[in-house]
T-cell receptor, first 114, second 116 residues
Framework: NAGVTQTPKFRVLKTGQSMTLLCAQD?????MYWYRQDPGMGLRLIHY???????AKGEVPDGYNVSRLKKQNFLLGLESAAPSQTSVYFC?????????????FGPGTRLTVT | QQQVKQSPQSLIVQKGGISIINCAYE??????FPWYQQFPGKGPALLIA?????SEKKEGRFTISFNKSAKQFSLHIMDSQPGDSATYFC???????????????FGKGTHLIIQP
């Protein structure tokens, strides 16, 4: 199993450009999450999804949109990138229900907005 | 409002020593408390986790101590090794009370260096 994979690994955008980050998991997990990591800030939840076709806002959702059209994929979109969105983005997934809460993280996407 | 406070920001420990990282939380609805380990250029990976119905959990050299009344929990790394050098994050989630889907609320991280 590849676990959680993220595409691309690195990206540089100019202010105002748009892009989509792709997260894929092959563990048949119901729940998926997008976090951003900034120096000295830890990881902060952007959006999450409890299943195909459903999404919800996290702690820092402004400027981002998400879609979960397939169970294994969770897309994070930036419609008009801003320098404040320069960050490392991590996707995570976990199984359904209360049996286990471990979130499995992908390797991250480093995004720079100039 | 920072819901999970972590200290120290950085820590240097001699090989073979004990590394201790502390966290405090505010939201009493939290009922799952994991510690994640992150190496440079990698995603965080679960190290050990605890539920509030126990006061301590040990896995190998890693121990979580949990104090529900004080709303604090800590990570102890015994016999610290250079390979333990990494950034450690404490986190919390509502788990069952939050419907089971809530994301994690992270502390800001501790950069741990084990000197040989």
């Amino acid at each position: 199993n590849a676990g959680v994979t993220q595409t691309p690994k690195f990206r540089v955008l100019k202010t105002g450009q748009s892009m989509t980050l792709l997260c894929a998991q092959d563990m048949n997990h119901e729940y998926m999450y997008w976090y951003r990591q900034d120096p000295g800030m830890g990881l902060r939840l952007i959006h999450y999804s409890v299943g195909e076709g459903t999404t919800a806002k996290g702690e820092v959702p402004d400027g981002y949109n998400v879609s979960r059209l397939k169970k294994q994929n969770f897309l994070l979109g930036l419609e008009s990138a801003a320098p404040s969105q320069t960050s490392v983005y991590f996707c995570a997934s976990r199984i359904l229900g209360t049996g286990g809460y471990e979130q499995y993280f992908g390797p991250g996407t480093r995004l720079t907005v100039t | 409002q920072q819901q999970v406070k972590q200290s120290p920001q950085s820590l240097i420990v001699q090989k073979g020593g004990i590394s201790i990282i502390n966290c405090a939380y505010e939201n009493t609805a939290f009922d799952y408390f994991p510690w994640y380990q992150q190496f440079p250029g990698k995603g965080p990976a679960l190290l050990i986790a605890i539920r509030p119905d126990v006061s301590e959990k040990k896995e190998g050299r890693f121990t979580i101590s949990f104090n529900k009344s004080a709303k604090q929990f800590s990570l102890h790394i015994m016999d610290s090794q250079p390979g333990d050098s990494a950034t450690y994050f404490c986190a919390a989630s509502k788990g069952r009370s939050g419907g089971g889907a809530d994301g994690l609320t992270f502390g800001k991280g501790t950069h741990l260096i084990i000197q040989p």
